[in-house]
């Protein structure tokens, strides 16, 4: 295409940007019609935008590892003093860091869905809602991409088992990454879910602390589930964090070299009535809640104009 | 003849009792430049928001580059790109990365994204401000931004809601002059709203709106021709008999206002020629005013666009509760 005269109504400013530099070429691209590439192309790059901006985003990397530090060194360090004579031997810090691996990855994972709340107030969502690609990709995009987030904040932590008192071996490496990403991946989905229907940060996060917190407390994340008071023992059960801390427990405490005893009274079997819940089934249950939960988002955003 | 861009017949959209659109039939040829013009609350975003299949209309049909706006929503969304009146872009991102992101979710064939990014971005001006945070950037610099993602995809119609809304007169101009380089580089329909009266003017077509409805539609000209008569004013030596030699030799009635004769006459730039040389009452001074939009708008609406937008301010909020009350 040939230079033309610009116009004289152009300001300076875009004339400056443009004069002198040959416009280039018209560049014609063709959208192709929706095919299950495009789709996997949009959930890609909306999975790559939460790394892009986790990565960006030092403050908040800094600032989410304040929680799960103050729980694990000054409530660990505190109240080891009370619980020396119990634990059998076992440092508390050391009991309390399966609880703290879960808990740093549910508030990240927090965070990570109440992007799509900003996401909605600063406009972007709707860049991703009009785009030719169906609303599932977007929000499998978002849920994938804050579980990843969610997880490698977790490896941070993964990182300080030195301090507690854990050896490192590959299949704890391994482990420990796969249950954070499937606790984040639920608890994601979860998030994304509620933002659904609450498009109001303020209300979002109050509804997520109103529901997460008291799932991490019950969950077992920082005392043993075997001899609870009866109430607490239902409420224990029925909440799904028990089903991540169960197993993480289990996959820690496999690395360390304690008594049969200890293991017991720290890390007791959930039962229901009395049957034994295997590992397996309860890590089974976290990622069938997550499937149940990205469904219903999939269901509510895909329904919105 | 090519079919039109964007053909629109009885379209409308309710928000519980309130009707927004009040059933709007236009067309829109390809490679039109078309105006909506309105005060807000008029109706012009609903309208759009239709058209670009983010809301359902509630009945009529639209077709845009050739597609059903409900039926084949899909296949209207690949082929028209969308500059929204509030900004969406992702802060955190990099001007780039932003126009990436949008090549992906587009399906941008992977070897066409890099030059493509390089046309639009040197069209805007930002080309060498790619690598930046867009949180960097000036309101004006975003919106040209945003106007370089519409493109990346080489959209056939280009929706631009309110483009120049907020910004300074420079990057106003410099926003119309890549409106008119598109025109000439690509085949693109440009769909546009604005309560801008002088931007309006740009427009090939304008269809004013007022309370949900068309009023008017046609080119600038012709809808000014259509109010009517130039206004002239002259300052005389002698009023009264400038006035008496008015009617006589041009049949023309004349008033003295504000210490001026002032009458209107159907072609002013003629008519101004014919006065200096035949009336015999020395001028001073004259002036002369063409009818301007804003003359366009009252006479259709019977209120200035200032008055409409505060009358229309209320309705807007009651249908604004009324949505919110809707959602779920």
Known sequence: ?305 | MPAPAISVKDLRKSFGDFEAVKGVDFAVDTGEVFGFLGPNGAGKTTTINMLCTLTRPTSGQAEVAGFDVVTARDDVRRHIGLVFQDQTLDGYLSAEQNLRLHAELYGVEKALVKPRMEQVLRMVGLWERRGSQVLTFSGGMRRRLEIARGLMHSPRVLFLDEPTIGLDPQTRASIWGYIRQLQRQEEITIFMTTHYMDEAEFCGRIAIMDGGEIVALDTPTALKEAVGADRIRIETADDERAIAELRERFGLEATVSEGAVSFAVADGEEFVPRLFAELEVAIKAVNLSRPTLDDVFMSHTGSTIRDAEESASKNRNRAAMQAMAGRR
């Open chain 1, 1 to 305: 295409m040939s230079e033309r005269p610009r116009l004289a109504a152009m300001s300076t400013e875009a004339a400056a940007a443009t004069a002198g530099v040959p416009t280039p070429p018209t560049v014609a691209v063709r959208v192709p019609p929706r095919s299950w590439r495009s789709e996997l192309r949009a959930v890609r790059i909306v999975w790559r935008r939460e790394l892009i901006r986790f990565q960006k985003d030092r403050m908040r990397i800094v600032t989410s590892l304040v929680q799960p530090l103050l729980f694990l060194f000054v409530l660990g360090s505190g109240l080891q003093q009370l619980s020396a004579a119990s634990t059998d031997g076992v440092d508390l810090k050391t009991f309390i860091y399966p609880g703290v691996l879960c808990i740093s990855v549910m508030f990240t994972a927090m965070f990570s869905a109440a992007s799509i709340v900003w996401d909605r107030e600063f406009g972007f969502l709707r860049e991703m809602m009009v785009a030719p690609v169906r609303r599932s990709s977007i929000v499998v995009g978002k849920v994938l991409g804050g579980a990843s987030v969610a997880s490698l904040q977790g490896l941070i932590l993964l990182a300080l088992a030195w301090a507690v008192h854990v050896p490192y071996s590959v299949g704890l490496v391994l482990g420990v990454f796969a249950l954070q990403l499937l606790l984040a991946f639920s608890i994601t989905a979860f998030g994304v879910m509620v933002a659904a229907r609450i498009t109001q940060m303020q209300s979002f996060m109050g509804v997520m602390q109103m529901i997460v917190t008291p799932m991490f407390f019950i969950s077992g994340a920082l005392f043993p589930v075997g001899d609870l008071p009866g109430w607490l023992t239902v409420l224990n059960r029925i909440d799904p964090i028990t089903y991540a801390v169960s197993p993480m427990r289990t996959l820690v405490f496999d690395q360390l070299d304690i008594s049969a005893a200890a293991s017991a009274t720290l890390n007791p079997p959930i039962t229901w009535f009395g049957w034994e819940v295997p590992i397996a089934l309860q890590i089974f249950a976290v990622f069938a809640l997550g499937m149940i939960m990205l469904g219903i988002a999939i269901a509510e955003f895909s329904a919105g104009e």
